[in-house]
Structure formats: structure tokens, C-alpha cells
């Protein structure tokens, strides 16, 4: 039979072959069977694990355990066992269970490879290097026949066949998940702003044609007082000057202009980092920088002609750490942002309230701290406060602002996605940080913090 299924029949032939020679049991061929159908009709690696577990000490009267690989640093953890069921979390093996890719003895224990498809090995980039995602673990047993040791193989197979199958299934789901949130965190972190920047260039090319007619018009007016002999200069002078201040005026928009091209530009790099389409994450790239002059000063300078125009005040700190205190180990182009959020919701939310003096104005104010360990989760980090006038929100609220999309009612009116704070909270947590917020009297404080070291 010459056609394009010839390969198909000669690997149907082999498992044949395969199938015969191993001479499983029918209690075996059931527990297969049976471990196939139940896997097909659950989504979840968890309820894998319990199947996979019940089935041994069902058809076997054995206890069992699965092990699996933690992808970051190649620890085994024991997920799910008869003895206690799911784990969660997992939980450390015991020393004598360890990554091998054979099976062995250990103690009353038999200890199998749990095995991943080959063929997909290498399409799942935190996973399979060795192709060996966990080990099995069947106990107690006094002895084992080279026929049992030769089907709990196969059955490990099937488990590490189903658990590849499941994993590339959950990976391409956090994938799709996380470029979701990506188009969100460009929406709001690039396009929304530079936005702002059309108008710009708009009022830029208004001030341009402007200026040019000026110009034109002091060119046409040079000849006439040349030739003018009771010229007294005035004219010359006031020409002079009116070309000073275009001069001064255009430099102080190509630094507004450079200044927002710096900026977009390592938001944009940050965002479209190859890694994190490969990974399905965020990839941090971390180094040491300062949190005041590297990352906070250059926002707060990028916002602050917009927050003058706005009538909000800056207040600086009275006291802060010392400048060898304040580095931090972050990913700049992410952190950056984080405080660009932080300044943009401050921008546009902040209301009048009464100061000390009990007058009323807007202004913001920001603070940094060194965070001691019995005060916070996070040892050895920086707490970054950036509070801002307006009407405090409630308790409730302040928990809730931090998920995406939720924005409180009453601000409806005044814009944003509601995406903000929740970049903000994720990019602290990628960190090892958190972010949150306290409302205050007149105000609400919200704070960043972040690890100081590795």
C-alpha cells in the first residue's frame, strides 16, 4: 500500500510489537485505561495529580507521590500524594528523592522519571531542558518484579505524556493572559500620553508659522531702516529682541520635545523587550540604580511644568536618607513607569484641601524612607510616599483601586482606564515589593516599596 500513510502503519506495527512483548496484566491495561479517560476529562494539572495518584492505590493498593520540577531553579517539590492529597504549596522532597532518569530504590520506596514528549520538549521555554518534568514515587514495596518495574515506567510515561500536555495548555494560557495586560500597559504607559504630545506638535506648528511671519515681517523692515538715515536704532534693537525671544522660546520646546523622546523612547523599549513575548512575562532586567535622582527626579521633572499649569504645588521632603542609602536593584524602564503612574493619577485627581494653615490649595508631596524589617513583609527595601490633596478615599476603596478596570464611581467624569495602579501594584510585586495606599485627612497617600539588594 504505497500512499502517505505507510509511516503510520509502521508505527502501529512497532506498538504492536511493543504492546505484545510487554504482556501487561488486565488490572494493568484497566489502571491505563482508566488514568487516559479520567485525565481527558479534567483541564487542571491539580486534578491530574490526584488522578494519577488514586489510580496506583486504587488498582495496587500502593501509596504514591508526584514530584514535580520548579522550572527557576530545578528544586523538586512534592505536589500531590495518597497520604495527604493535594498540596498547596507544595512542599520540599525528602532528601533521598532526587531528580534521576532512571528509576531507583530508596528505602521502601520505588522512585520513577516522570518523562515530557519529546517531540514538544523544546517548545516550552521554562520547561523540559531534560525533558524530565517530576519523579513518582510508589511505596512501601518489599519487592518489585522487573514486569512491574517495566509497567510503573510506562505509567509515569503516561502521567509526564499528560502533564506536557496540560503545562503547554496553561503556559499558552498565561501567555495570551499577559499580552492582554502588555496592549493594556501600552495603551495606557505610551499611546494615551503621547496623545498629549499631538496636541503638542499641533501648538508647535501654530508657533512655528507664527515665528515665521514675525520673521518675515522684521526681514522686510531691516532695508527700510538701513536706508532710513534718521534711524535711531530702536527699531534695529526691538527687531534684535523679537528674534532673541523666538530663539529662546523654540529652544525651550525642542527640550520639551527631547525630554518627551527620552521618555517615550524607554518606555517603548521597556515594553517591546523580545523576552517578554517569549516568556509570557514581564523579564526584569535589574541593576542598581538611585531611586531620587535616577528614576523619581527625572518623572517628577517630566510632569512638573503640567502640574504648575494645574495650580498643584510641589512640596520637596525636609528629610530624606542619605544618597548612598537610596539604591535600589530594579528594572529602570519599568520602575520609571510605575512613577509615571503615580504622577499622571496625582495630575489628574488632585483637588484643593487646607494646608497647616488651613488655606486651601493643591499641591503633592513626596517622601522616602529606609523600611525596617519588623514594620514591613519586605525587609531591607525603600518606601516611597507620594501623597496628593483631594477627598480621602474609603478603606475599602483603597484595596480596591489596585485591581484593574475599577475606578471609584464619583470619578468616572474625570477619565483614565483604571489600569494605572494595577501596573503599579503588579510591577512592585514582580520586584519582591507591594504597593498600597492610605487615605489621610485631606488627602491620600500612596506608596511604592521596593528591595534595596538582591
Known amino acids: 500500500m504505497g500512499n502517505d500513510l505507510d509511516q503510520a502503519f509502521e508505527l502501529l506495527k512497532k506498538k504492536k510489537q511493543d504492546y505484545t512483548a510487554y504482556r501487561f496484566r488486565t488490572k494493568e491495561s484497566m489502571a491505563i485505561f482508566a488514568f487516559f479517560d479520567l485525565a481527558q476529562e479534567f483541564a487542571t494539572l491539580n486534578n491530574l495529580y490526584r488522578i494519577a495518584v488514586a489510580v496506583i492505590n486504587f488498582f495496587f493498593n500502593y501509596e504514591s507521590c508526584i514530584y514535580t520540577i520548579r522550572p527557576e531553579d530545578q528544586a523538586l517539590l512534592l505536589h500531590c500524594c495518597t497520604s495527604e492529597g493535594l498540596l498547596d504549596p507544595p512542599k520540599p522532597a525528602r532528601a533521598d528523592v532526587v531528580i534521576h532518569h532512571s528509576p531507583y530504590r530508596a528505602g521502601s520506596s520505588f522512585i520513577f522519571p516522570i518523562i515530557g514528549k519529546k517531540v514538544l520538549a523544546d517548545k516550552v521555554p521554562l520547561f523540559l531542558d531534560n525533558q524530565i518534568l517530576g519523579m513518582f514515587e510508589i511505596y512501601p514495596v518489599k519487592r ?12 509515569a510515561n503516561r502521567v509526564g505524556y499528560n502533564m506536557h500536555n496540560k503545562l503547554v495548555v496553561e503556559q499558552n494560557i498565561e501567555h495570551i493572559r499577559f499580552i492582554n495586560q502588555l496592549v493594556s500597559d501600552i495603551e495606557h504607559n505610551v499611546i494615551t500620553p503621547n496623545l498629549y504630545y499631538k496636541a503638542f506638535l499641533i501648538n508647535m506648528k501654530k508657533n512655528l508659522n507664527k515665528h ?36 529662546q522660546d523654540m529652544d525651550r520646546k525642542m527640550e520639551d520635545f527631547e525630554s518627551h523622546f527620552k521618555h517615550l523612547s524607554l518606555f517603548i523599549e521597556t515594553l517591546f523587550r523580545g523576552e517578554h513575548f517569549k516568556t509570557g512575562s514581564y523579564v526584569l532586567k535589574r541593576r542598581y540604580y538611585n531611586l531620587l535622582r535616577d528614576i523619581f527626579l527625572p518623572e517628577l521633572e517630566h510632569y512638573r511644568k503640567r502640574l504648575m499649569d494645574r495650580g498643584i504645588d510641589i512640596i520637596e521632603p525636609l ?3 542619605p544618597d548612598d542609602d ?5 528594572d529602570l524602564g519599568l520602575t ?36 525596617s524589617q519588623e514594620s514591613y513583609e519586605t525587609p531591607n527595601a525603600l518606601k516611597f510616599n507620594l501623597f496628593s490633596t483631594g477627598k480621602p478615599i474609603s478603606t475599602k476603596e483603597a484595596l480596591l483601586i489596585f ?5 471609584i464611581p464619583e470619578d468616572n467624569s474625570k477619565g483614565g482606564t483604571g489600569h494605572g495602579l494595577h501596573f503599579i501594584k503588579n510591577i512592585a510585586q514582580l ?24
Open 431 to 454: 520586584h519582591g515589593g507591594y504597593a498600597g495606599c492610605n487615605p489621610r485627612e485631606n488627602g491620600n497617600d500612596f506608596y511604592v516599596i521596593l528591595p534595596r539588594k538582591k
Open 212 to 247: 515665521l511671519a514675525e520673521l518675515e515681517s522684521i526681514s522686510s523692515m531691516l532695508p527700510k531702516i538701513e536706508a532710513d538715515k534718521n534711524s535711531s536704532g530702536e527699531e534695529i534693537i526691538q527687531a534684535v529682541d523679537s528674534l532673541h525671544s523666538i530663539h
Open 144 to 155: 518489585m518484579s522487573e514486569h512491574e518495574s517495566l509497567f510503573f515506567q510506562k505509567y
Open 326 to 330: 537610596l539604591t535600589i536593584f530594579i
Open 403 to 407: 485591581e484593574d478596570g475599577y475606578k
Open 319 to 321: 528629610h530624606l536618607p
Open 336 to 371: 520609571a513607569q510605575v512613577f509615571a503612574n503615580l504622577l499622571s493619577n496625582a495630575l489628574r485627581y488632585c483637588q484643593p484641601a487646607p494646608d497647616e494653615n488651613g488655606n486651601y490649595r493643591r499641591f503633592i508631596s513626596y517622601n522616602i524612607e529606609i523600611v
